[in-house]
């Protein structure tokens, strides 16, 4: 059997756990895959995939700041990704074609859903941030019929602009300060503030009684908004470390036609970093 070649490019890229993530999806599926990572950045990135796949590499995963250049990159699209204007797969096809899609909006609703039982259907969701990861999973949480969708964004008109795109009677957005005397039962941050220990201002009621939060961003330590969520008692305060495990799950289904199980993935990378916080 021959050895397939995937990797995830993105700037920075050092500390992805993407590569271990797929290792130990190809360990549990039996699937002879190889999976590494390369600091690509946006100006390298096509030059860059057009040699991956030049050489045979079968399919990439594209991070922060490549989503959009891979959306353009994609010579067919997912009806998701074609949405979303971002992708975060890139699959070649028998024919050399090199397919586009986006796993990050059914890798976060798997996460609440099924390893969280967070209900979406007449929940009233507010998204913190209007960039490429909002752009990932407005699609995928809208097909949930939720009460309403908010997005609010430091740059409104950005918000406005995937407002427009999306033309869903349930999404609206609005600024920070138009939050105020809203109340949300599943609170998004898609910001990257996150990673530099920052949050958004946030009115300190913005979170309805038994609401959850849930952070894209993640780390071995809880994050600004995970923490945010805990002092105010929401009923679970998450971090993206679900999401991150069940978008690559979908992205090997696309590859290999196998899906793995995320499940003991993810108790395995939680008790690593638990590990790692006590000692
Ligand atoms: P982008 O760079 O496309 O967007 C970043 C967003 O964050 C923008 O809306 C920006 O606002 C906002 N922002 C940044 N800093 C601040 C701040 N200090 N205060 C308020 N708003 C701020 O990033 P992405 O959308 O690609 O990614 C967002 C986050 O999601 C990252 O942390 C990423 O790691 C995470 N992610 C996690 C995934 C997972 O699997 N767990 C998958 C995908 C993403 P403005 O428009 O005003 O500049």
Redesign the pocket.
């Known amino acids: 059997t021959t050895t397939d070649r995937y990797a995830v490019f993105g700037h920075p890229i050092s500390h992805s756990k993407s590569p271990r993530i797929h290792g130990l999806f190809a360990e549990q599926t039996r699937q002879p895959i190889h999976y590494t990572a390369q600091d690509v950045t946006a100006e390298a990135f096509q030059a860059a995939a057009d040699a991956f796949f030049a050489n045979g590499g079968k399919g990439l995963n594209c991070?922060?700041?490549l989503?959009?250049l891979a959306w353009q990159y994609a010579g067919r699209l997912s009806e998701r990704a074609r949405k979303s204007k971002?992708v975060?797969t890139l699959a070649r096809q028998t024919d050399g074609g090199i397919l586009g899609d986006n796993t990050?909006g059914i890798?976060?609703v798997n996460d609440l859903t099924l390893n969280h039982n967070i209900t979406l259907p007449n929940s009233r969701i507010l998204i913190?941030?209007?960039?490429?990861?909002?752009?990932?999973?407005l699609g995928p949480l809208l097909e949930h019929r939720p009460a309403c969708i908010a997005i609010a964004?430091?740059?409104l008109d950005?918000?406005e602009t995937i407002v427009a795109e999306f033309a869903d009677p349930d999404l609206s957005c609005s600024d920070?300060a138009g939050l105020a005397s809203r109340q949300f039962d599943l609170i998004i941050?898609?910001?990257?503030?996150?990673?530099?220990g920052?949050?958004?201002?946030l009115p300190g009621d913005l979170l309805a009684e038994n609401g959850c939060c849930y952070?894209?961003?993640?780390g071995n330590r809880p994050t600004a908004f995970v923490q945010w969520g805990l002092a105010r008692q929401a009923r679970q305060s998450l971090?993206?470390?679900?999401?991150?495990?069940?978008?690559?799950a979908e992205a090997f289904a696309l590859w290999r036609g196998i899906r793995p199980d995320t499940a003991p993935v993810i108790d395995l990378l939680n008790r690593e970093r638990k590990a790692l916080n006590l000692s």
Do not use: F
């Not at 952070?215 to 993640?218: E, G, M, N, P, V």
């Not at 971090?239 to 690559?248: F, H, I, K, N, P």
């Open positions: 991070t922060v700041p989503k959009e971002a975060n990050d890798g976060l913190l941030g209007a960039g490429g990861a909002t752009r990932g999973i964004n430091r740059t950005k918000a920070y941050n898609a910001t990257s503030a996150s990673l530099s920052e949050l958004p201002p952070d894209l961003a993640y971090d993206g470390l679900g999401m991150l495990v069940e978008q690559a």
